[in-house]
């Protein structure tokens, strides 16, 4: 198995060696589209790699994908960008792989961890199509949250991927792309009109967010996963339009696309609480706490499958006036995460409560 590595570059000089360097450990090629860079990230490319190309932005980041991959000549392909990391265990994993006398998939997805909690462990993570056989012709589509449109053999291979940001995109770099899209009288595929309505909540823009969200919704072409998610932002924006019966009636919507995830389980849980109905807070929190987690390629917020409705039930059992039973769930908080800030404030609240 022969891997070229293609990443897009601008102006990366912060990340791009580090990435680079991991990368040479795989790869048998390494690809570097360059849309501008005037930093120095096109030297840097250089010392990795004599397959450095400059590429003109067009406000798409498909289209600049699609070259790098157009410059590939191995039997697979895989993308990083230039703000990831590989872990030792998943590069070992990796070269074991590309051990295996034949591949018998056409598409490999692999785990993008984006969000960490102080320990270092992921928070926010989900499956990536990440490593794609030249010859099932993949294609990346959409001008902004770009996914490669590829069909074939397909295998989940536990070796994430870390995206280690230390650079903050420009809030409204995306949204920018999209409504220039909308304005040149380009429509918006459902999954695009998803995250387009996600762009418009990140913006505060959270009238229009509700129309895109109530739109993606009420398509039926949309992906289940991606209306569990929605379900939830929509709620998070009828709370900050101050309709909190709007906001319940979003979150339990999306009770109705599959079995019920505990990030949504939480959502009704936490406007219970917020307008102090004690005991359905609680309800719904130990629902979460006990949700039976389902393997998909939808976002994985592991928090919510249990430190988040543990250090909960600890609040609400403190309200209740039920000091054994708000002890009880913020030792199985603390459990999840030893060092969370809040488990050790309430736990140290509780020590002060016995020594009276």
Same mark, same amino acid.
């Given at each position: ?256 696309? #599959?079995?019920?995830? %505990?990030?949504? @389980? +939480?959502? $009704? ?5 917020? *307008? !102090? ?28 499958? #249990?430190?988040?409705? %543990?250090?909960? @039930? +600890?609040? $609400? ?5 039920? *000091? !054994? ?32």
């Amino acid at each position: 198995m022969e891997i070229s590595i293609c990443l897009i570059v601008k102006n990366e000089i912060e990340t791009l060696g580090r990435c680079l360097a991991f990368a040479k450990q795989i790869a048998d090629e390494i690809i570097v589209a360059d849309t501008g860079s005037t930093d120095g990230s096109k030297e840097i490319a250089k010392s990795f790699t004599d397959k450095v190309y400059d590429f003109k932005w067009i406000d798409d980041f498909s289209a600049a994908r699609n070259f790098a991959f157009s410059k590939a000549s191995k039997e697979f392909l895989m993308w990083l960008d230039a703000d990831d990391v590989l872990p030792a265990q998943s590069i070992e994993q990796i070269l074991q792989l590309k051990k295996a006398k034949e591949i018998d998939a056409d598409i490999i997805y692999m785990p993008y961890n984006i969000a960490f909690d102080e320990d270092g462990k992921p928070t926010f993570s989900y499956y990536r199509e990440r490593i794609v056989r030249k010859s099932a012709n993949p294609v990346w589509i959409e001008p902004v949250h770009e996914v490669i449109d590829i069909k074939g053999r397909a295998i989940y291979f536990d070796a994430p991927i870390e995206h280690r940001k230390v650079k903050i995109n420009p809030s409204k770099r995306n949204l920018d792309i999209m409504e220039k899209q909308l304005e040149n009288g380009s429509a918006l595929s459902p999954r695009l009109r998803f995250y387009y309505a996600r762009e418009l909540m990140y913006n505060g823009k959270t009238q229009q967010a509700v129309s895109e969200f109530e739109n993606f919704l009420s398509d039926e072409s949309g992906w289940a996963e991606n209306k569990i998610c929605a379900c939830n932002d929509l709620s998070l924006c009828y709370e900050a339009l101050g309709n909190f019966d709007m906001a319940l009636q979003a979150a339990l919507k999306g009770l109705s696309y #599959g079995l019920p995830r %505990s990030k949504t @389980l +939480c959502r $009704i849980g936490e406007l219970f609480l917020k *307008t !102090e109905h004690f005991n359905e807070a609680e309800y719904w929190y130990n629902a979460a706490l006990n949700c039976r987690k389902e393997k998909n390629l939808g976002f994985d917020e592991t928090d919510y499958d #249990g430190f988040i409705p %543990s250090i909960q @039930l +600890c609040v $609400i059992y403190d309200k209740l006036k039920d *000091t !054994e039973k708000a002890e009880h769930f913020n030792d199985i908080a603390g459990s999840f995460k030893p060092r969370s800030p809040a488990y050790l404030y309430n736990k140290n609240y509780f020590e002060k409560i016995k020594r009276g």
